[in-house]
């Protein structure tokens, strides 16, 4: 190789540093990896119902037997409140950003691990790895949607000015879920009984949200704040009711936004940490 060409592939190195300061997440390479971003979303989306025989089916029923349960045993059985609105539409409001949470939780953390041929081989922005998958739970939310939006007029819920609430609740559910992502996926690849415990946090955690019953009429006032704050799903989930079912769904206002900030610690502490370990990943995955 002559000294010419030599110095023109040193020019078309690129060299890779770990960025340090304040700003941890280089946002202009992450847009500039948008298109893998898109690929590795599709690719869930093909691999999440790819051999299943019912397919997108499940998208519907999995709402709506899990809407039947919470109504027969929260409404017919234990007579829960319900402030006059349908029990069926006030459980499913609660279900779609909870399913969605949920099914981006359990995606998200086995993302890196699942995504290990790719990590050893080549680089690109680890971040997007659990990023992309969140996209995934796109589908079934948008199919949910649909079904509520069926529901409403079925048990007489008027449509009203507040369902335009619904995109900034979701915005809400959805960072909520990333936050979280970044978390596990990190730590799933260094402890791997991550995997064991992300089911066992989804199953308790759709027991202690709020979906078969209202927040402020169930959890004791002294205990409200700590419980939008130790659950930040909490806010998400009373925001949909807000929207759907209106005003007299008003939530607790302090917790909202106590939820809010948790949402937003979670989001900060979890980028960095991941950011701070993803040098490791190529090892340990």
């Given at each position: 190789m002559t000294t010419e060409s030599f110095s023109k592939a040193i020019q078309h190195e690129r060299l890779i540093k770990p960025r340090r300061g304040i700003v941890a997440i280089d946002f202009k390479e992450l847009w500039q990896y948008r298109e893998l971003f898109w690929f590795l979303a599709w690719r869930d989306i093909l691999v999440r119902y790819k051999q299943t025989y019912l397919g997108v089916l499940w998208a519907v029923l999995q709402p709506l037997l899990t809407m039947v349960i919470f109504t027969i045993v929260f409404g017919k059985i234990g007579k829960f409140d319900s402030k006059g609105a349908p029990f069926a539409v006030m459980t499913f409001a609660a279900l779609l950003p909870w399913q969605f949470f949920s099914t981006a939780l359990t995606e998200s953390s086995n993302s890196l691990v699942a995504s290990s041929r790719m990590i050893t081989k080549i680089y690109f922005p680890r971040l997007i790895v659990p990023a992309s998958t969140l996209i995934s739970g796109l589908v079934d939310f948008a199919i949910g949607l649909v079904i509520l939006f069926i529901l409403m007029p079925i048990f007489h819920v008027p449509f009203t000015l507040n369902l335009l609430l619904l995109p900034v609740f979701f915005a809400?559910?959805?960072?909520a879920a990333?936050?979280?992502?970044?978390?596990?996926?990190?730590?799933n690849v260094k402890y791997r009984d991550v995997k064991y415990i992300v089911p066992f946090l989804s199953r308790m955690g759709m027991y202690l949200s709020p979906i078969g019953f209202i927040t402020l009429s169930v959890v004791p006032k002294k205990w409200l704040l700590l419980y939008y704050v130790l659950n930040p799903m909490v806010g998400v989930i009373d925001g949909f009711r807000l929207a759907v079912l209106g005003w007299q769904f008003e939530p607790y206002w302090p917790g909202l936004f106590a939820s809010l900030g948790t949402i937003v610690l979670l989001l900060v502490s979890g980028a960095f940490y991941f950011r701070s370990t993803e040098k490791t990943f190529a090892d340990l995955v």
């Open positions: 809400v559910a959805f960072v990333l936050a979280v992502g970044f978390w596990l996926s990190a730590l």
